[in-house]
T-cell receptor, first 114, second 111 residues
Framework: DAGVIQSPRHEVTEMGQEVTLRCKPI?????LFWYRQTMMRGLELLIY????????DSGMPEDRFSAKMPNASFSTLKIQPSEPRDSAVYFC????????????FGSGTRLTVV | GDSVTQMEGPVTLSEEAFLTINCTYT??????LFWYVQYPGEGLQLLLK?????DKGSNKGFEATYRKETTSFHLEKGSVQVSDSAVYFC??????????FGTGTSLTVIP
């Protein structure tokens, strides 16, 4: 398996623009997670899905953030409109039911909003 | 609720020094415990894990033992290398299989 695949690896956008981050989880993993990492706040869980259904989105910072998982092999995290304080590395991770094998993380998308 | 507390960094060591990064946890039930490593510019990678008390996880010369009596899962390595410079995260899989990550400990190994 190629692991969790995220795209793009880097994104630079202007304030006010819409940004869409993409994630392909490992086949057969039931859970998908979106995290944000910054120097100030560390690793923050934004939202997670189980069998494509959003379970907990309490970490989504504002209504500008939205996430979807239309099928088991694809998820998006959208920021509209983007702001400079959204600049961070966004990680997607997936895992099997049960959790004993841990998470597999993607390589992340480094977002810079100017 | 479930949580993980790991030692503050940053940690700076000379090559071949002994490494300990402390991690303690709070959990109901019997969590699984993990150490993840994040190299610069990369995502988190599973380093090792232990699923029950007294289990020892090991990988790449790193070890950690699941100690239920002290609710700890300290990461150790006998002789660090420059290539071990990274951020290390302790984590647990607890109630409802929810994962909880520590804040991360940055390690720099100097030649």
């Amino acid at each position: 398996d190629a692991g969790v695949i995220q795209s793009p690896r880097h994104e630079v956008t202007e304030m006010g623009q819409e940004v869409t981050l993409r994630c392909k989880p490992i086949s057969g993993h039931d859970y998908l997670f979106w995290y944000r990492q910054t120097m100030m706040r560390g690793l923050e869980l934004l939202i997670y899905f189980n069998n494509n259904v959003p379970i907990d989105d309490s970490g989504m910072p504002e209504d500008r953030f939205s996430a979807k998982m239309p099928n088991a092999s694809f998820s998006t995290l959208k920021i509209q409109p983007s702001e400079p304080r959204d600049s961070a590395v966004y990680f997607c991770a997936s895992r099997e039911q049960g959790g004993a094998m841990g998470y597999t993380f993607g390589s992340g998308t480094r977002l810079t909003v100017v | 609720g479930d949580s993980v507390t790991q030692m503050e960094g940053p940690v700076t060591l000379s090559e071949e020094a002994f490494l300990t990064i402390n991690c303690t946890y709070t959990a109901t039930g019997y969590p699984s415990l993990f150490w993840y490593v994040q190299y610069p510019g990369e995502g988190l990678q599973l380093l090792l894990k232990a699923t029950k008390a007294d289990d020892k996880g090991s990988n790449k010369g790193f070890e950690a033992t699941y100690r239920k009596e002290t609710t700890s899962f300290h990461l150790e390595k006998g002789s660090v290398q420059v290539s071990d410079s990274a951020v290390y995260f302790c984590a647990l899989s607890g109630t409802g299989n929810q994962f909880y990550f520590g804040t991360g400990t940055s390690l720099t190994v100097i030649p």
